[in-house]
């Protein structure tokens, strides 16, 4: 079972993401609209990957991913940036970001997400 947690001031923008996400099977998809109850969740819960959005309520997408990384460097990360290519590589180098997502993310972000996490887990089984 591949868990993955969605963090976003306001989830409606990945609703299109979310749902797909949740049509997958062998996919739990989890849910937090604070970086407060993202922390809960990490702490309670296995989570593999952290879906990012561009708004978080109680903190920066950039300033929690690099706690997350501090906490749990084995989760794999994606965020939803509006950044070019470019400056977002920039701005998340380091951090284990595999993924820039655009603004409402939809199915063929999902079914990119899933070809790279399985490339990710095929690297990890070697």
């Known amino acids: 079972m591949l868990s993955l947690l969605l963090v976003g001031k306001d989830l409606a923008t990945l609703s299109v993401f979310a749902d797909e996400l949740s049509r ?18 990490l702490g309670n819960c296995r989570v593999d990957v952290v879906v990012i959005d561009k708004e978080l309520a109680g903190g920066t997408a950039l300033s929690f991913v690099k706690e997350l990384t501090k906490q749990h460097p084995l989760i794999n990360c994606a965020m939803v940036s509006t950044l070019s290519p470019k400056d977002f590589h920039e701005a998340a180098e380091g951090l284990g970001v595999f993924m820039q997502l ?15 996490l399985e490339s990710i887990n095929a690297l990890m089984s070697k």
């Open 102 to 116: 655009p603004f409402n993310p939809g199915a063929e972000e999902v079914a990119k997400m899933m070809q790279i």
């Open 24 to 41: 997958k099977e062998g996919v739990r998809v989890s849910k937090a609209v604070s970086v407060e109850e993202a922390w809960g969740l």
